[in-house]
């Protein structure tokens, strides 16, 4: 029988169901599953393990987000040691592509420093900016941001609340009113794609209660994405998100992306074995 281990964080802090949704729908393929703690990785007698596991006993390994911070290089620097061609998210991947300056060239106008003073000289140059945290998720501490004594006390409020990190400022796209789209892509396929309108803000994240429904991709935005999505495949990374304003990308989300549950609270059908067979596909298993 196949087998998978996925490494999962502390279930009742979950922002998505996909820590029990993936391991089920890898379950009704056929897969035995076991779930472990991210904190459970170790090295023992020069192996790497997983509590009693030897993670090369599996046939495929899926850390499912980052777990604690604090352990989280070390815990990266360890399962390195592992074939790469073994995960479903690789550490490469993980350690690299998840975020917001991977591919640049398709996103808003952007700037990036821990310095408030740079990005403050962008700010008085005019126009409408978004300013948060590169580390940052679910819409906390976003803020949109003008030229004005206010919008430059927000600056200085965001860097004292994250001392000595790096900050991010993009041009506020005015498409946003219309909403932003989350697709996910599994294995180098799009699985689907859904709008988040928001709803009181420029803050487009089902988190903040935005309004979903469901979408087609088309044009542009539909080439973009499939780009992404195969070089996504092709670096190791087999479940991500890839979220689009306009004809934009946002950002790429390849921890642990959420989408799965909206998507079946939106009347679609059960994406998860979807999901499982792209991989599956995708790593030859």
Aim: net charge negative; aromatic share 8%; with cysteine.
């Amino acid at each position: 029988m196949r087998s998978i281990l996925f490494l999962l964080g502390d279930s009742e802090k979950a922002h998505n169901d996909n820590h029990l949704r993936l391991p089920a729908a890898f379950r009704e393929a056929g897969w035995d599953v076991v779930c472990k703690s991210h904190e459970a990785v170790a090295i023992a007698s020069n192996d790497v393990v997983v509590n009693d596991h030897q993670p090369l006993d599996f046939d495929l390994i899926w850390p499912l987000g980052f777990g604690r911070q604090v352990s989280f290089f070390d815990r990266m620097q360890i399962l390195r040691a592992l074939p790469e061609d073994r995960f479903v998210v690789s550490v490469d991947a993980l350690t690299y592509l998840h975020g917001k300056h991977r591919w640049l060239k398709h996103m808003p106008e952007t700037y990036t420093s821990c310095d408030p003073e740079d990005l403050a000289r962008q700010i008085r140059r005019g126009g409408s900016w978004i300013l948060k945290p590169t580390a940052g998720s679910y819409g906390r501490d976003v803020g949109l941001v003008e030229e004005t004594e206010a919008g430059l006390r927000q600056l200085a409020n965001l860097s004292a609340q994250y001392p000595g990190a790096y900050l991010m400022l993009q041009r506020f796209l005015p498409e946003i009113a219309a909403g932003e789209t989350r697709t996910l892509v599994a294995g180098g396929c799009l699985i689907g794609s859904y709008l988040r309108v928001p709803r009181g803000d420029f803050r487009a994240n089902v988190a903040l209660s935005a309004d979903t429904t469901p979408a087609r991709l088309e044009g542009h935005v539909c080439s973009m994405v499939m780009e992404i999505a195969t070089e996504l495949k092709a670096l190791g990374a087999g479940f991500a998100a890839i979220d689009t304003v306009g004809s934009k990308l946002i950002e790429v989300n390849v921890a642990n992306p959420g989408g799965l549950e909206t998507l079946a609270n939106l009347g679609q059908p059960e994406l998860a074995a979807a999901v499982v067979s792209s991989i599956i596909d995708w790593r030859g298993c």
